[in-house]
């Protein structure tokens, strides 16, 4: 089976082609209008969608080495996102598989990014537990199958990834901040002590987070925040990430589930990912963590669900939206 995968759910236009356990290409369209703008207007990047899109499939069928008519089934992001950039998708996802006769397979963002997993080997088995962490999700989900998941635990305010991004626009970053905030934190220690978050169950919380860096700050000086900037940035980011990790190989134990993972634009975080894999090798966890072209939004892990979902078709409860 030869699918052609579709992602428009927020600023990034993708197509990516998947062919029988393999990702033949994974071609993502960035717009960088937006950084302009300190983050998404919602508008432009419907607009933008529909400009790129078209070139962005063409791209990815180029790279795979793959025709048109080769095309199986069309899978496309179907939710949640941004209502106008998701139907910029769904509706070139439904004309490309009408024109050729094939089925247009709509599927969970959530969903996908769960299976993104299984996109760099080892696969994980079931059931595992995988945390979603992006700018607008941080979610802990059992994975029991391909169409068999429970959501445990979510944030009850502010995701992960915009904590980082909010934080990261304090201290003077573009948007988006959360990737140059950890660049900058490589360069720095975690000396200053944020609080971490207090909440129940496997729940997350960010906003306290938020509140304190933004104190901590104006109580500083200009040339303080500039001189320790490194030393903030790597504190800031410590206390989210040993959260993160805390949550997810507390959870993982509780359910007794020896397979982790960690999924979304913030999996690709540099400390995350190396705190996730010295936490899992310590205590007989396996950790799966994807390669870094599958942790932002992409279009292979939406091409690789909507095959699954082909081949195993069945009812399945989505993701918290």
């Known amino acids: 089976m030869t699918v052609l995968g579709i992602e428009t759910s927020c600023d990034d236009t993708a197509a990516g082609i998947y062919r029988d356990g393999l990702i033949l290409s994974n071609v993502v369209g960035r717009q960088a209008a937006h950084a302009a703008e300190g983050g998404v207007i919602p508008e432009l990047a419907s607009r933008l969608h529909d400009e790129l899109i078209g070139p962005t499939v063409e791209a990815a069928l180029t790279r795979a080495g793959v025709t048109a008519g080769e095309i199986d089934a069309v899978a496309y992001t179907s939710g949640p996102g941004l209502p106008g950039a998701l139907h910029v998708g769904m509706a070139y996802a439904k004309g490309f598989a009408l024109a050729l006769g094939v089925p247009a397979q709509g599927v969970n963002h959530l969903h996908a990014h769960l299976l993104s997993a299984f996109l760099t080997p080892p696969p994980p088995e079931f059931p595992y537990l995988a945390l979603t962490v992006s700018g607008g999700h941080t979610e802990l989900t059992l994975v029991r199958g391909f169409h068999d998941y429970e959501v445990i635990g979510k944030t009850l305010d502010d995701a992960a990834g915009e904590a980082f991004d909010k934080t990261a626009r304090m201290l003077g970053f573009d948007y988006p901040g959360g990737p140059m905030l950890d660049a900058c934190a490589e360069e720095g220690q975690a000396v200053f002590p944020f609080p971490r978050p207090a909440v129940k169950n496997w729940d997350f919380s960010f906003s306290g987070l938020k509140t304190a860096v933004l104190y901590f700050l104006q109580g500083q000086n200009r040339e303080f925040i500039e001189?320790?900037?490194?030393?903030?940035?790597?504190?800031?980011?410590?206390?989210?990430?040993?959260?993160?990790?805390?949550?997810?190989?507390e959870a993982a134990q509780a359910y007794k589930v020896r397979h982790v993972a960690v999924v979304g634009g913030v999996s690709a975080n540099r400390l995350l990912r190396r705190e996730l894999s010295r936490k899992c090798e310590a205590t007989g966890m396996v950790a799966h963590i994807p390669a870094f072209e599958y942790c932002t939004d992409n279009a292979a892990m939406v091409a690789f669900a909507g095959a699954k979902a082909i081949e195993f078709p069945g009812p399945r409860s989505a993701p918290t939206k």
Do not use: E, G, N, Y
Not at 230 to 249: E, G, M, N, P, Q
């Open 227 to 249: 001189t320790r900037k490194a030393d903030i940035c790597a504190s800031i980011r410590k206390t989210i990430v040993d959260f993160c990790v805390w949550r997810l190989t």
